[in-house]
């Protein structure tokens, strides 16, 4: 079957699934190299395996041990491609793009003004009265929440930006049928079954990888959330933050970076003004962020 309006072979999800599954378990240390060139090349995943042989794992073949684990998944979920139309466009704009991720929900949230509210896992109990202010409030005027769905901040952006009556993405850094921390499962299900929840992380290198690789979905995950935000507020992290990969991330792919006044005022910690020296933009108030955003949709029909 060729699609007409592209000339293309017409996209089958399980099999590129199977491909791009088999792909990432067996280019684990070139991970980025495949990816790279699946989109540079604007390649399907099933034509970059097509040529590959097979490889051994603990004695099995690796299409055997895929099959075993992809067969194994009980969730229900989608994928996007790059090549497909529905892939969001602000993945399309950044260097290190991703071939395929997982989702389940409404993926025409990220149609919205989406904003990435994100900061420390531990975080004062002022730091977590700011992310429910700001989830509150990007929500009243209109902008979709995105965030990493950890303790802390992500949280408490996310649950009042609901609360508010808004939409929310989670972007998480495990399968998308797993989730960390556990005590965030059942808000987990609730983002995916009424807003959207997406990961990037392939099952089968998951499960068969040491559990330290692991911890690198994590930093990759917000890069994702970077790239899918017109902008990024961070409410609060230390020198040693996780939240600083998003830093960098929005600082490279050319993304506004928000820091709330309240990190420069904290005498523990040096990151904010290199940031600042980097572009990124000290916030004093919410006032302050929706002139250097723009009013929303709904903001301006409030309005009028």
Not at 80 to 109: M, T
Not at 250 to 273: M, N, Y
């Amino acid at each position: 079957m060729v699609n007409m309006a592209t000339d293309l072979p017409a996209i089958i999800p399980s099999r590129e699934m199977f491909a791009f599954e088999t792909l990432a378990a067996r280019e684990r240390a070139a991970e980025r190299r495949f990816s790279a060139r699946l989109v540079q090349e604007n390649l399907l995943p099933s034509e970059l395996l097509a040529s590959q042989g097979e490889l051994e794992i603990d004695g099995d073949t690796l299409r055997d041990k895929v099959h075993e684990i992809l067969g194994g998944i009980t969730t229900a979920f989608s994928i996007s491609i790059f090549r497909d139309l529905q892939y969001p466009e602000q993945l399309r704009q950044v260097r290190h793009a991703l071939p395929l991720f997982y989702f389940r929900g409404n993926l025409g949230l990220l149609s919205n003004r989406c904003i990435s509210v994100v900061g420390a896992r531990k975080a004062s109990d002022m730091g977590l009265k700011r992310a429910r202010k700001l989830g509150t409030e990007l929500a009243k005027h209109g902008f979709t929440i995105i965030s990493g769905l950890a303790r802390g901040v992500d949280t408490a952006a996310m649950a009042a930006a609901i609360k508010a009556g808004g939409s929310v993405v989670g972007v998480i850094g495990t399968p998308i049928d797993q989730s960390y921390p556990k005590e965030n499962a059942e808000f987990q299900e609730y983002i995916a079954q009424n807003h959207l929840l997406l990961s990037e992380v392939p099952f089968v290198r998951y499960a068969t990888e040491h559990w330290k690789m692991r911890r690198l979905y994590f930093p990759a995950r917000n890069e994702t959330m970077s790239a899918l935000s017109e902008a990024t507020v961070i409410v609060e992290a230390s020198d040693t933050s996780g939240t600083l990969t998003q830093a960098r991330a929005a600082v490279k792919q050319g993304r506004k970076l928000f820091i709330l006044d309240s990190c420069f005022e904290d005498p523990t910690i040096t990151w904010p003004h290199r940031y600042e020296e980097k572009g990124a933009i000290r916030l004093h108030s919410f006032e302050q962020l929706l002139e250097n955003l723009g009013p929303s949709e709904r903001s301006s029909s409030a309005a009028g």
